[in-house]
């Protein structure tokens, strides 16, 4: 059976489908990924007035009163479906690259 090949989102170019596996596993695994700072400017609670510089407590009171956090990213013009389109052309150019790339040096 031939060589098979996958488009690797962490090393940007088409490889080796194991040598994808294992960049995109690299990748994944990297702690500093998985970290997000609960630090925040002193933020006054609409509901109770308290100032909290943690986000995770301010979302542990708004939830208490039976509430939700809503963002503004909607109000701003956010579509998730062109962000889903702008990734994927992204991704279909890599492949083309790297198969002009492939085919023609």
Avoid at 56 to 69: D, P, Y
Avoid at 83 to 93: G, L, P
Wanted: charged residues 30%.
């Amino acid at each position: 059976m031939g060589q098979r090949y996958k488009y690797s989102k962490v090393l940007k170019k088409v490889v080796p489908i194991e040598e994808a596996w294992a960049a995109d596993e690299r990748g994944l695994a990297n702690i500093k990924h998985g970290i997000i700072n609960s630090e925040m400017p002193p933020t006054k609670h609409p509901i109770t007035g308290e100032y909290f510089t943690c986000k995770s407590k301010f979302r542990a009171v708004t939830r208490a009163h039976g509430c939700e956090e809503v963002g503004t990213a909607y109000e701003n013009g956010y579509d998730p479906q062109k962000d889903a389109q702008r990734e994927w052309k992204e991704h279909i150019k890599g492949i083309n690259r790297e198969w002009k790339e492939r085919m023609f040096n």
